[in-house]
């Protein structure tokens, strides 16, 4: 039901482990799971510390993209800052979704930092029993 469509994750992801922890102009990926449940299929992206607010999601043909954005937190002026991992910037996720999907009914809940997406499976993609009638009485024709 889901291609991907980043071929170079992995050497991303290897490249973000051997550089260091990510920063505003080089944000880490967003992390997400994919699994169908029942006649839904289930999209689940971590966003945590991001409000709700911040998050884009867009659907143009079968090409979903997701956007979020970490902003830094509001600092007293006498708080000084020991360390930082957690990644601050936009995050931007495009997935390429199957035609067996029903785009137009896509449902977003956002909680506990986890965005979920359930994309209903269209109708034409469900399995179906096709009935076997009786015969239709041919005849051959001979010559």
């Given at each position: 039901?889901?291609?991907?469509?980043?071929?170079?994750?992995?050497l991303?992801?290897?490249?973000?482990?051997?550089?260091?922890?990510?920063?505003?102009?080089?944000?880490?990926?967003?992390?997400?799971?994919?699994?169908r449940?029942?006649?839904?299929?289930?999209?689940?992206?971590?966003?945590?510390?991001?409000s709700?607010?911040?998050?884009?999601?867009?659907?143009?043909?079968?090409?979903?993209?997701?956007?979020?954005?970490r902003?830094?937190?509001?600092?007293?002026?006498?708080?000084?800052?020991?360390?930082?991992?957690?990644?601050?910037?936009?995050?931007?996720?495009?997935?390429?979704?199957?035609?067996?999907?029903d785009?137009?009914?896509?449902?977003?809940?956002?909680?506990?930092?986890?965005?979920?997406?359930?994309?209903?499976?269209?109708?034409?993609?469900?399995?179906?029993?096709?009935s076997?009638?009786?015969?239709?009485?041919?005849?051959?024709?001979?010559?």
């Amino acid at each position: 039901m889901l291609m991907r469509t980043d071929p170079f994750r992995e050497l991303d992801r290897l490249a973000q482990q051997m550089m260091g922890p990510a920063t505003w102009p080089r944000p880490s990926a967003m992390t997400m799971d994919a699994y169908r449940e029942g006649d839904e299929y289930v999209v689940a992206f971590d966003l945590p510390g991001v409000s709700k607010d911040a998050i884009e999601i867009d659907v143009e043909r079968n090409m979903l993209t997701v956007k979020a954005e970490r902003r830094p937190v509001a600092k007293a002026d006498d708080v000084q800052m020991e360390l930082s991992e957690r990644p601050l910037g936009v995050f931007s996720r495009q997935v390429v979704l199957a035609d067996t999907l029903d785009t137009e009914h896509i449902e977003a809940d956002y909680d506990a930092g986890v965005l979920t997406l359930r994309i209903p499976i269209a109708e034409r993609a469900k399995r179906r029993r096709i009935s076997v009638g009786a015969g239709s009485g041919r005849k051959e024709i001979s010559g």
